[in-house]
C-alpha cells in the first residue's frame, strides 16, 4: 500500500523525516517495499499563465502563445495542446529547463515562428502515464513559482507491505494510529462533521435479506451533482501518489475515502436504479454484468446487492455495470456498508478479481465507521460538484453486529514470552495507545480491542502488541531457561540427513514444491485417486492437496528443462495426502520421492557423449539402492539377509513393462518406473523422466472426524516404512572356505527374478551365503518368449567345511525346486 508522507502528516504530528518513519513502521510489522518520491526530478518549470492564445500562421493545430510569469516581459510559446487557452494557469517549462527522460529545454524554431520554451502536461512532468493536454493548475496558484513546490512533489511516498492480519492498516487512517501509538501523540486527522440534509424524507429504501452476510448498510442520496466538473489537483495528486488514476468526481470521492479511512464504498447512478435495494444471496443461475464488462455465472454462497430488476453489485468486491456512474449523472446514491470477512473472502478470487475492496473486507473492516465514511463523501462531493444531499439512512441487523471479546494478559505470561520485565504503567499505556480499553486485574491486566482489531483475539496478540510497540530492539536478547526436552529417536528411524546426504552424493539436489497442486496434472497422473479440494485456493492451477510428490516434481524439472538444464536430479521430502474413498479419515504420509531426466553422467572431457546416454529404470534402481545400503539394508537378490526387493507392477502413469514396486521385508512401500510415453509427450519432457516414491511413515491427518490434532498425530497407520534402520546383530563369522557354484537357468521372460533369488534363496536354507546374478542370455539357443539367468551361488559353514556331496545336494534340490514352481530349465 502506497502512504504519501504528507497526507499521513495531516492526521498526525510525525516527528520523523519518511526514512526514519520507514524504518520505524518495519521494526513495528509495516515493511517499508520502496520510499520513492512523489514525482521524478525536474528543474526550471514554474507556474505560468497564458496571455493569449492565436492559430499559428503556418500549422492549424498549433497555437502561438503569449505567457506570463508574473514579472517581466511575457514569453512566446509554441504550443500544439488543444485545451491551451487564455487565461489559464499551467505549468511552463522554461529555457534550460530539464524534463523527465532526459529532455532539456532550448529555444526552438516552429513552422518559422520562434518558441522560448515549452508548456507542460501531466505526463511530461512524470505526474501521468497518459495526458491529453497540458497540466491545468487552479486559478489561485502563485505565477512564477516553481511548479515542484508548489505541487509539493519532494512529499515521499512510503509503499508498505501490510500483512494479512491487518486490515485495519490498510488506509492513511489505520497507518496514522500505529505513527500514534509509536510517538504517544493524538491523531489530528480533518474533522468530520454530519452534513445537513437539504430534505428530511429523500431516501432510498434498503432492506437485508441476508443479515448475516451484511449486518449495516449506510445510504444517502445527492441530488443534482455535477460529475463533469473537474475534481480539485489536491485530491488527484494524492489519489495518483497513492497508486489510484483520478477518473471522475463520484469516482474519486469513493476512491478517496476508501484510502483515507480503509472503508470501501461504492455509489449508484440513481437514475438507473429500480425499486429498492435488497442485500440477498444469489439464485441459482443468476448472473451479473460487472464493471470491467464480464458476465459472470453466480453460485448461491455469494452475497449480491440487487434491486427488483436483478443483482446490481457484488457485495465487497465489484459494483454492477447496469448503475454504473457515467460523466452524465446527476444524481447518485452512495453505499456504505460492512461485510463480514467470512462473507466475502475467497469469493473474488472465483473469477480471477483481487479489488480495492475485496482485500480489505477480506481482512476486516471498522464495523463502526460506515456513517462516518459516507458523511465524509458527501461533503467531499459537495465541495467539488456541487448537489442537495438528503439524510444519512441506517438500515442495521442489531443481533448480527460484531463484538469484540476482551482479552486477558497475565503479567507472569508477557515476562516469560519476551524474556524481560516491563514496567506496569508502560503495559497499560502500550495497549491505551492502540485505542484499547484495559482493566487492571491482580495477575495482569484484561484488555478490549477495538472493533476494527480483528487480528487481537489471545494472549499472544497482545504480547505482540506491546512488544513490536515498546520495541523489539529494546528488549534484550537472554539465554533460554526452560529446561530442554528431546523427543525420543526410535532405533529403527534414519537419521534425515543420511538420507539426504546419500541422494546428494548421487547427484540429487533437494526441492520444495507446494503441497497444493495442478487438479488437471495429478487427475492425469493419478486418476483413479480421490484428492483433497481446497475451499480457498490461491490459485486455480494449485486447488487440490497432492495424493503425490510426482507433480510438484514433474512441474519442477519442466521449469528446469525450459532455461537449458538438460540434466536434471530432484528430489523431496515431504506429506502427501491420500483420501479414504469411505469417507474416513485423510492420511497424512511422510515421503520420499525424485526425478531423474536427463544424461545419466553429467557433460564432461573423460566420457564419450555415447556413454553418457539418457538416464534409465536401473540408474534410479542403483541410486535406490545405495539410498537403502546406507540405512543398513540389503538388497533382495544378494542372499539370506535380504530386507528389500523389487518386483514389476502396474501404475497408470508410469511405461508399462518399465516400473516396478518397492518392497520391504515383504511389504509394498514404493514405486520406481518411467513416466507413461503419452504423458511425456503432452507434458513436452526432452527426455523420459524416472521417478521413484517411497512411504516413510504416516499419520492420520486433521481431517478425521471426532479426533483432537494431539490424537491424530499419535495414531500410527499400516504404512511400512521403507528406510527404517537395519538394527545391527552380531554374526560370528565362519573361518572356514565357501564353495561356489554357478548355473544358467531358462525361465520364462515374466519371471521376475526376485522370484527366481526368492525361490533358491528359500531352497538352499542358511548355508547359502550369497547370491549373484552374474548373466543374463536371450538369442541363440533359448527359445523365444524365455531368458537365460546365470547365478553364481556361494555356500558356506559356520561350523566345518563343506564337503562336494553337501553342495551337489543342495545344488539338486535347488534344481528341482525351481523346475516345479518356475518351470526353469538347466542350460548345459
Not at 492559430?55 to 504550443?79: F, N, T, W, Y
Not at 480471477?352 to 463502526?368: C, H, I, K, N
Not at 491482580?442 to 482489531?453: I, S
Request: net charge negative; aromatic share 6%.
Amino acid at each position: 500500500m502506497k502512504v504519501p508522507y504528507s497526507w499521513l502528516n495531516e492526521w498526525v504530528d510525525v516527528p520523523w523525516n519518511a526514512r526514519e518513519l520507514g524504518s520505524r513502521l518495519t521494526m513495528a510489522g509495516f515493511e517499508l517495499d520502496a520510499l520513492e518520491p512523489a514525482a521524478p526530478p525536474f528543474t526550471n518549470v514554474v507556474v505560468a499563465q497564458i496571455v493569449s492564445a492565436e492559430r499559428h500562421p503556418q500549422a492549424d493545430k498549433l497555437q502561438v502563445c503569449r505567457v506570463s510569469m508574473g514579472q517581466g516581459e511575457p514569453l512566446q510559446i509554441v504550443c500544439g495542446a488543444s485545451n491551451a487557452r487564455e487565461g489559464l494557469k499551467t505549468a511552463l517549462a522554461m529555457v534550460g529547463a530539464s524534463l523527465p527522460g532526459d529532455l532539456e529545454i532550448k529555444a526552438a524554431r516552429l513552422r518559422g515562428v520562434e518558441s522560448f520554451g515549452m508548456l507542460c502536461s501531466a505526463k511530461e512532468l512524470g505526474l501521468a502515464e497518459t495526458s491529453s493536454g497540458i497540466l491545468e493548475l487552479p486559478a489561485d496558484a502563485p505565477l512564477g513559482r516553481p511548479v515542484r513546490d508548489y505541487l509539493e512533489l519532494d512529499d515521499s511516498v512510503l509503499e508498505l507491505n501490510i500483512t494479512a492480519n491487518r486490515g485495519d492498516a490498510m488506509s492513511v487512517i489505520g497507518i496514522a494510529r500505529e505513527v500514534a501509538a509509536l510517538t504517544g501523540k493524538q491523531l489530528t486527522g480533518p474533522r468530520l462533521a454530519p452534513v445537513a440534509a437539504a430534505s428530511g424524507d429523500d431516501r432510498f429504501p434498503v432492506y437485508l435479506d441476508a443479515p448475516a452476510g451484511c449486518p449495516t448498510f449506510v445510504g444517502c442520496i445527492v441530488r443534482g451533482v455535477n460529475n463533469r466538473a473537474p475534481t480539485p489537483l489536491k485530491i488527484r495528486e494524492r489519489l495518483r501518489r497513492a497508486g489510484v488514476r483520478s477518473i471522475s468526481p463520484v469516482v474519486d470521492v469513493t476512491n478517496y475515502v476508501m484510502l483515507e479511512l480503509g472503508q470501501p464504498m461504492h455509489a449508484y447512478d440513481l437514475s438507473k436504479l429500480r425499486g429498492e435495494i435488497r442485500v440477498r444471496l444469489a439464485h441459482a443461475g443468476e448472473t451479473i454484468k460487472l464493471l470491467d464488462g464480464r458476465t459472470i455465472d453466480l453460485s448461491p454462497d455469494v452475497l449480491l446487492i440487487t434491486d427488483r430488476e436483478g443483482p446490481i453489485g457484488l457485495a465487497g468486491i465489484m459494483g454492477g455495470e447496469r448503475t454504473e456512474i457515467s460523466a452524465a449523472t446527476t444524481d447518485v446514491f452512495f453505499e456504505v456498508a460492512y461485510f463480514p470477512p467470512e462473507a466475502v473472502v475467497g469469493r473474488a478470487r472465483r473469477w480471477g478479481m483481487l479489488t480495492d475492496a475485496s482485500q480489505r473486507y477480506e481482512r476486516g473492516v471498522d464495523p463502526t465507521q460506515q456513517q462516518r465514511a459516507v458523511e465524509r463523501a458527501v461533503t467531499l462531493l459537495l465541495s467539488i460538484g456541487g448537489g442537495k444531499p438528503g439524510p444519512v439512512s441506517v438500515t442495521q441487523s442489531a443481533e448480527h453486529q460484531p463484538k469484540r471479546a476482551a482479552v486477558p494478559l497475565r503479567r507472569s505470561r508477557l515476562q516469560r514470552l519476551l524474556g524481560v520485565s516491563i514496567p506496569d504503567a508502560r503495559v497499560a499505556g502500550t495497549l491505551e495507545s492502540l485505542q484499547m480499553r484495559v482493566v487492571s486485574k491482580p495477575e495482569g491486566w484484561e484488555a478490549t480491542p477495538p472493533a476494527y482489531r480483528f487480528d487481537v483475539t489471545i494472549e499472544a496478540d497482545l504480547i505482540e502488541e506491546v512488544a513490536r510497540i515498546v520495541g523489539f530492539d529494546a528488549i534484550p536478547e537472554s539465554d533460554a531457561l526452560a529446561p530442554q526436552r528431546f523427543r525420543a529417536a526410535p532405533e529403527e528411524a534414519p537419521a534425515e540427513h543420511t538420507i539426504l546426504e546419500a541422494l546428494a552424493m548421487r547427484g540429487y539436489q533437494e526441492a520444495l514444491t507446494f503441497a497444493f497442486v495442478d487438479p488437471g496434472l495429478q487427475a492425469k497422473l493419478f486418476p483413479e485417486r480421490r484428492s483433497l479440494a481446497l475451499s480457498n485456493p490461491i490459485a486455480s492451477d494449485m486447488s487440490v492437496m497432492r495424493v503425490s510428490l510426482w507433480p510438484g516434481l514433474l512441474r519442477a524439472a519442466l521449469e528446469n528443462q525450459r532455461r537449458q538444464q538438460d540434466r536434471i536430479r530432484l528430489f523431496e521430502h515431504g506429506a502427501r495426502f491420500i483420501v479414504s474413498p469411505d469417507g474416513g479419515p485423510t492420511l497424512e504420509v511422510d515421503t520420499l520421492a525424485g526425478i531423474s531426466c536427463g544424461p545419466r553422467l553429467p557433460e564432461q572431457w573423460g566420457i564419450p557423449r555415447e556413454q553418457r546416454g539418457p538416464a534409465d529404470f536401473y540408474d534410479v534402481k542403483s541410486d535406490l539402492e545405495a539410498l537403502f545400503m546406507a540405512t543398513g539394508a540389503s538388497q533382495g537378490t544378494h542372499g539370506p539377509a535380504s530386507s528389500f526387493s523389487v518386483e514389476p507392477a502396474a501404475l497408470s502413469c508410469l511405461h508399462p513393462g518399465r516400473a516396478a514396486r518397492i518392497l520391504r521385508d515383504g511389504r509394498e512401500v514404493g514405486f520406481v518406473g518411467e513416466l507413461h510415453p503419452t504423458l511425456v509427450r503432452e507434458l513436452d519432457f526432452t527426455y523420459s523422466p524416472i521417478l521413484f516414491e517411497l512411504d516413510l511413515g504416516g499419520t492420520v491427518s486433521a481431517t478425521a472426524p471426532g479426533q483432537t490434532r494431539a490424537q491424530q498425530k499419535g495414531e500410527k497407520t499400516a504404512f511400512a516404512a521403507a528406510l527404517a534402520v537395519e538394527k545391527p546383530q552380531h554374526r560370528e563369522i565362519s573361518r572356514f572356505p565357501q564353495v561356489r557354484r554357478d548355473i544358467a537357468v531358462v525361465v520364462d521372460e515374466s519371471v521376475a527374478l526376485s522370484a527366481l533369488a526368492d525361490r533358491v534363496v528359500f531352497t538352499a536354507s542358511t548355508l547359502l551365503q550369497s547370491l549373484r546374478v552374474f548373466d543374463v542370455y536371450r538369442g541363440a539357443g533359448v527359445e523365444t518368449g524365455r531368458k537365460s539367468v546365470a547365478l553364481g551361488l556361494i555356500f558356506q559353514d559356520i561350523s566345518r567345511t563343506l564337503t562336494d556331496d553337501d553342495v551337489e545336494r543342495l545344488m539338486a534340490a535347488v534344481v528341482k525346486d525351481l523346475r516345479e514352481s518356475l518351470n526353469a530349465k538347466i542350460r548345459e
